[in-house]
């Protein structure tokens, strides 16, 4: 049995939450794209987590981590969550990690503002770009390289050399020692180096086993996957589900469901077209309630209504059989609430959403307006307890994008969660 849980937006659509509530039932959990530029909220226990790298599973002594091949991995980043869960959980976290997956390397970080490319996107300035572009260039150093010391030294020399005939000027970069910078990776990965293995065998291993259930966790959303998303202001691995095949080494996987997880409105961080993005005093509204910041940077995140248009695209990209709606609650207290069911683009409308990032930037959203409801719901247990407005304001996103709600949150607790699937 196994489930993907898969971003249909920019990111932020509130997996951290679901993933740690599904997570419960799984034995393995496995994490598949980008690195700490996530930021999962997770609340375990009334004591509340960003999490950056380290999968949900990791709340649960059963319950294996997987971070796998298609993630790019800063052991600073990790070492710090692990030791920080290990003394919220009073035990170590149990994780394997992928041998093939890429390391983030100080000077990645660095790159991004020498470059300038952190502020001209709005990155996360993790050195997300710069390390997947050295895994595509062959210059990358891999997790597994921590096991054979001579190799990663070696492979570490090559780039720096490579690196300071780039940057002739910088004393940063000029200043880099192979040596340094291994003993420096190995310190922060030594309690974490016999976790580092073959994912691959792994999953297929828990993926065979009948009575084995795997989840597979997304980071960031389908808008800002690398190839399908709104180019360049992406992030640089594959967010959707067909990353994922490639990302844990195993086509055409058995998941039976592929859960995407949207907000009930849409948030935007760092530079890029967002059609449905709103201002003044509701943008205000939205984020103050909904505590839009990013959990990763502290940034303020854009605020706007919900946009089918671009919903139905990542439904279908995802190839998802349900879905789950998060955050409803912070609609509450609207007399009305704007959908976007289409776009006008020069004079027509259009129902398919352009993967060009300038052509999105002209687009202006066409509205449907639904009835709001002005009652708090954050303390609703059951999906047939909610005001007419939210269940219609469901059925009509349903009726939309043609695949079934079958998980309501209305608050960040755990218990403010209705499955109804
Ligand atoms: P990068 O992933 O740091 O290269 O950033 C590229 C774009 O993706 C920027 O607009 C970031 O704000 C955005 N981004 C990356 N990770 C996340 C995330 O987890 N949530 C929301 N936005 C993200």
Not at 173 to 186: F, K, N
């Amino acid at each position: 049995m196994a489930i993907a849980v898969l971003g249909l937006q920019w990111g932020d659509e509130g997996k951290g939450k679901i993933t740690h509530l599904l997570a419960k039932d799984a034995d393995m959990v496995v994490r598949f794209n980008g690195g700490p530029n996530a930021g999962h909220t997770v609340i375990d226990r009334g004591v509340k987590f960003g999490t950056h790298l380290i999968p949900a599973g990791a709340f649960y002594p059963n319950t294996i981590s997987v971070l796998a091949s298609g993630m790019v991995i800063d052991f600073e980043v990790l070492r710090e969550e692990w030791d920080m869960l290990s003394r919220h959980l009073g035990w170590q976290p149990r994780l394997l990690i992928a041998e093939n997956a890429h390391i983030i390397m100080p000077y990645h970080r660095a790159l991004e503002e020498l470059e300038g490319s952190g502020k001209h996107f709005g990155t996360t300035r993790r050195g997300i770009a710069p390390a997947y572009r050295d895994k595509a260039a062959k210059v990358g150093i891999r997790v597994g390289d921590l096991l054979r010391q001579d190799i990663a030294k070696q492979r570490l020399e090559r780039r720096l050399d490579l690196l300071k005939r780039e940057w002739p000027n910088s004393e940063e970069v000029q200043s880099l020692d192979a040596g340094v910078l291994l003993e420096e990776q190995l310190s922060f990965a030594q309690p974490l180096l016999p976790s580092i293995g073959n994912a691959t065998s792994a999953i297929d291993n828990a993926l065979e086993a009948a009575d084995r259930a795997v989840m597979f966790e997304g980071a960031q959303g389908a808008l800002l996957d690398v190839d399908h998303g709104s180019y360049p202001f992406v992030t640089s691995s594959s967010t959707t589900y067909a990353g994922l095949s490639n990302s844990i080494g195993i086509s055409n996987p058995d998941i039976d469901r592929r859960l995407g997880v949207f907000k009930g409105y849409v948030t935007r961080v760092g530079a890029g077209p967002f059609p449905t993005r709103v201002s003044g005093e509701l943008a205000e509204r939205l984020r103050t309630i909904g505590g839009e910041f990013g959990v990763t940077t502290g940034r303020p995140r854009d605020c706007g209504w919900l946009d089918l248009v671009a919903l139905r695209y990542t439904v279908r990209l995802n190839d998802c059989t349900g879905l789950a709606i998060t955050k409803l609650d912070v609609l509450s207290g609207l007399d009305e609430v704007k959908v976007c069911r289409s776009y006008r683009l020069d004079g027509e409308s259009i129902e398919n959403f352009p993967l060009a990032a300038d052509v999105l930037e002209g687009c202006e959203p066409e509205y449907e307006t639904v009835p709001g409801w002005r009652e708090p719901i954050s303390e609703i247990r059951e999906f047939s307890g909610l005001p007419s407005q939210v269940m219609g304001y469901i059925a009509f996103i349903e009726r939309e994008v043609g695949v079934p709600v079958e998980i309501v949150s209305v608050g960040p607790e755990p218990e403010a969660t209705m499955m109804r699937a």
